[in-house]
């Protein structure tokens, strides 16, 4: 019998029913689908050359091996966005319905938490994601990212506080969202300004991600006011004739817009209280390449 080859099949298959989770990992840390791909495929590459026979817990071994590749990528990210030109906004998903039915999963992988989490260090936002959205012990996560169990404490208890600072949690119900993306949507695709202002909070944030390739605003426009006039400006300036396809976006929803027929960005919106109070334009043309396929998310 070659036992090699069963052992490479067990090591591949194990490889395989953890891949949804090690994706989802390497994406939250780094906001780009490219770059959590390459860090699964390095992940990979590491895990067949281990003694796979003497790894006792495969996936928080498989989970290390991600986070520290992971890591490592999210520190040169890190200086090649500080060269970025305008805002930065994580590279869309097209997300199963089931990420968007589970709360703890949408939120974690959320446009505006993930904005939040550029904020962290590349140590502090490995930290953050394996604790708070992976329920990783302190012991695994010190091994991860290559500090104490007490220093893995306290940078715990660091990056959450930053992060309730800036992105505090607020309910919304399944169809309070609807009703508020479908209000949105009838009056982006009329240029109603009054619509607009009826279903934005007063301090919306909108961002645009243009890459530099398309055109996007410098900085966040802020205030329902200013978001909703600088909206239709926008639209009735270049006379396009615009389509708005709903859809579902990091487990939350968004909109697909078209402009005479053809795609020109996503729009993931996120509603609180039964308004919107954050609008994440992806116009970005290399973030758009990969919304053909859902992709599958999980934290376990």
Known sequence: MDTT????????????????????VAYEMLGSVADAEDVLQETWLRWTAA???EVGEPRAYLVRITTRQALNRLRALKRRRESYVGSWLP???????DVATDVELAESVSMALMLVLETLSPTERAVFVLREAFGVDYDEIAAAVGKTRAAVHQIAHRARRHVEARQPRRTVTARQAREAVTAFRQALETRDLQGLLDVLAP??????????IKQATPRPVTGAEKVARFIVGGLTKHEVA???EPTTINGSPALALHFDGELD?????????TRITGLYYVRN????????????????
């Open 91 to 97: 590279e869309p998903l097209l997300t199963t319905p």
């Open 242 to 244: 615009l389509t708005a």
């Open 203 to 212: 301090e919306v944030v909108a961002i645009s991600d243009g890459g530099g």
């Open 5 to 24: 080859h069963v052992t490479g099949d067990q090591a591949t298959g194990t490889f395989l029913a953890h891949r949804s989770l090690l994706f989802t």
């Open 51 to 53: 003694d796979t026979a």
């Open 285 to 300: 043309p290399q973030k758009l390449t990969r919304l053909e396929a859902e992709t599958p998310l999980t934290l376990r």
């Open 265 to 273: 960005g996503i729009m993931a919106l996120r509603v609180e209280d």
